[in-house]
């Protein structure tokens, strides 16, 4: 293993599922000095006091330090001190950090999950043996501990962990007063970590002071959001595109009333969310007022930090792919009691029955009761609760009325219901579902998870079920109005179901190609929740751009959906432009339409299955109509992005009948 990747594995905090919150140059100063170790006990450079000498030119074959090595083979004015290039690599140590991430990963080291959240892999932990970073650790602990003299490579492994100012993270306050002396006597044993000290503390001055020399932000009115056409239509990821292309990828919006609000777009703003946002921003203050209103003080949206990650990781199994093929028998059933219900000659109004039927589904899988017949009223309460508590459209005595208390109160019954199913002898040999993860994270940490927050938890399902019909009914309209795509999915379909239900493996990226890119494409011209709030709790520079502590910025992180840099023509529905061959949204920042960093969506592996399955069980049973025929899907933005109500289909032929 190399000594980046042991510095990587030393610093990761399994609580926070990332790096502990070091200092980032000094960060970046210990992951640069790394590469430059790890090459030197590849022989292929020497180092002194004085300079940085090339050995060796001849690539070692590591995509890690290969690059470095190519760069100081080919400098110029040379040779340079250790320090020279130490500071000259540590800004590429965000890439180098994910690098290294990968590559455990790639060992089977690593785990990524959701999020941009890191921890051992399961074969790590239920090994017999002691997995690497905690080797690593004890034998850091039992050099601290001792007289015993460290080998060069262990001497510098704790120089760079020093330089990184992390000790007072792996020991307890004793611990490391007691073995302060020690490491410093053992840091200065070698050069590297001297010298990456050196780097870390004469740079410190230079890094602070960089942040002062930052652009003023461009400020735009009101009136100049209210003239774009794409406001006109309600797209929000077009017009903070189209805004992005005028005032650049950070710019301040002024409000009618209350703050000023900075908005950022564009790709290196969504790879600076997803790599420094858990550093600067929190979700805590904007969605507060969202909770209390279900009578909870901490939930999955609002946690940030370790919190979040212990949160995801209790209910992450539950919202896996994996345990969607477990139940798949179920969802097929699920999908055909509503088919069942569609007659040759019926129009329907798109939301209200796709609503409908994904809720039935989703909550059947997920807290184990059908509470489809509390999806209107649901959906109408947690719409102004947006309305009023986050996006403050509305002022809050509306959640007051009381219509509204009678639909709080039916909340509970709804949580009172799958409490009932969930009881010991209710759950008798049924597989685990979401609701089963949070009473065991309730009855083993109470504290963590009280009883108050558990009301917005078991109702988050539901929630999700609407966002997932919104977008079934954009797919719906994008299908039955190409009639060239419809007749390739059908095709598909036709062929999954040829010889009854398919099972998991049947779902291959071949089998369900077509069906595939066109939910990609959907989903990037008609992304479900376009933008994010967030609030800046450190001062942070985005693309030059100072942001203070206070700030609420709004990240439109599908903004690059419609720049033709990264979608050429991005107007056009074109299902090619996922073909492995152009890839387009591979392109670093450029797809964005479940979230961004820590807050990434949980589930979105399971809510993409589930909706082709959805899919193609349509196609496979109806040829659909828009009703009346040439509507022109309209927009509705507000909370989040839906077809307006006027979206209708017509079942103008049932192709193969809804049996079972």
């Known amino acids: ?19 502990e919150q070091v200092a980032g140059w000094n960060l970046a100063c210990a992951l640069s000095g790394a590469i430059l170790a790890d090459l030197a006990l590849q022989y292929r450079i020497d180092m002194d006091m004085e300079s940085l000498t090339l050995l060796d030119a001849k690539p070692t074959g590591d995509s890690l330090l290969d690059p470095v090595l190519a760069d100081i083979a080919t400098a110029e004015g040379g040779p340079h001190t250790v320090q020279y290039w130490v500071e000259k690599k540590a800004p590429d140590s965000d890439g180098l950090l994910e690098k290294v991430l990968e590559e455990l990963t790639a060992k089977g080291i690593l785990t990524r999950a959701s999020g941009g959240f890191w921890s051992l892999s399961q074969k790590v932990l ?3 043996k002691q997995p690497a970073r905690e080797a690593t650790r004890q034998r850091i602990i039992q050099i601290l501990m001792t007289d015993e003299i460290p080998a060069p490579r262990e001497a510098i492994l704790i120089g760079l962990i020093n330089a990184s100012d992390a000790f007072h993270f792996l020991f307890p306050p004793e611990e490391y007063k007691a073995a302060r002396e020690r ?16 780097a870390a503390i004469q740079s410190q001055l230079q890094f602070s002071l960089a942040s002062q020399a930052t652009k003023p932000i461009p400020r735009l009115k009101l009136r100049s959001l209210l003239t774009k056409q794409s406001f006109r239509q309600g797209n929000s990821a077009r017009i903070f595109a189209d805004l992005y292309q005028e005032y650049g990828p950070v710019f301040e919006l002024r409000m009618p009333v209350g703050k000023p609000l900075v908005a950022m777009a564009g790709n290196a703003v969504n790879m600076w969310v997803n790599r420094r946002g858990r550093l600067h ?14 009578g909870a003080q901490r939930t999955l949206p609002g946690m940030d930090g370790a919190e979040h990650f212990r949160m995801r990781k209790a209910q992450r199994s539950a919202m896996s792919r994996s345990r969607l093929w477990e139940r798949i028998d179920e969802l097929y059933g699920a999908v055909r009691g509503a088919l069942r219900e569609w007659k040759p000659g019926d129009t329907f109004e798109s939301l209200a029955v796709l609503r409908r039927l994904m809720t039935v589904q989703t909550s059947q899988l997920s807290v184990g009761v059908d509470a489809s017949h509390y999806m ?25 009325t009381p219509r509204m208390r009678r639909i709080r109160k039916k909340i509970d019954q709804i949580v009172v219901e799958i409490k009932t199913a969930h009881t010991v002898a209710q759950r008798s040999g049924k597989p685990r579902d979401l609701a089963d993860n949070l009473f065991s994270l309730h009855n083993t940490d109470p504290q963590f998870f009280p009883q108050k927050d558990m009301t917005f938890a078991l109702t988050m399902p539901l929630i999700t079920a609407i966002y997932m019909a919104n977008g079934l009914s954009f797919m719906l309209y994008n299908l039955v109005t190409r009639p060239d795509i419809y007749r390739r999915v059908q095709s598909e379909a036709d062929a999954l179901f040829a010889n009854g239900d398919p099972q998991p493996g049947q779902y291959s990226q071949q089998a369900i190609d077509v069906t595939y890119r066109f939910i990609m494409e959907t989903l990037r011209l008609y992304p479900a929740v376009p933008l994010q709030l967030r609030d800046v709790i450190n001062n942070c520079v985005v693309e030059g751009y100072e942001i203070p502590v206070g700030t609420r910025v709004l ?10 840099e990264n979608y050429p023509e991005p107007l056009r529905f074109d299902i090619d432009r996922h073909l492995p061959e152009r890839a387009e949204t591979e392109k670093p920042g450029a797809w964005g339409s479940f979230g961004l960093g820590t807050h990434t969506c949980l589930g979105k592996r399971w809510a993409e299955m589930q909706i082709a399955v959805n899919l193609l069980m349509i196609a496979h049973h109806f040829d659909l109509e828009v009703s009346p025929p040439g509507y022109r899907l309209q927009l509705n933005p507000f909370p989040t992005n839906a077809p307006r109500k006027k979206l209708k289909f017509r079942v103008r032929a049932v192709r193969h009948p809804v049996e079972g």
Do not use: W
């Open 1 to 19: 293993m190399k000594l980046v990747e042991d510095l990587v594995l030393s610093l990761l905090n399994e609580e926070s599922g990332y790096m």
């Open 183 to 198: 490491i410093k006597f053992i840091s200065n044993m070698d050069l590297v970590g001297r010298a990456v000290c050196d």
């Open 281 to 294: 921003l929190i979700t805590k203050n904007y969605i507060s007022g969202l909770e209390q209103v279900f």
């Open 126 to 128: 239920s090994a017999s």
């Open 376 to 400: 209107e009223e649901l959906l109408e309460f947690k719409d102004l609760a947006l309305l009023t508590h986050v996006q403050r459209v509305f002022p809050k005595f509306m959640l007051k």
């Open 555 to 564: 990240i439109a992180s599908t903004a690059p959906h419609y720049l033709a």
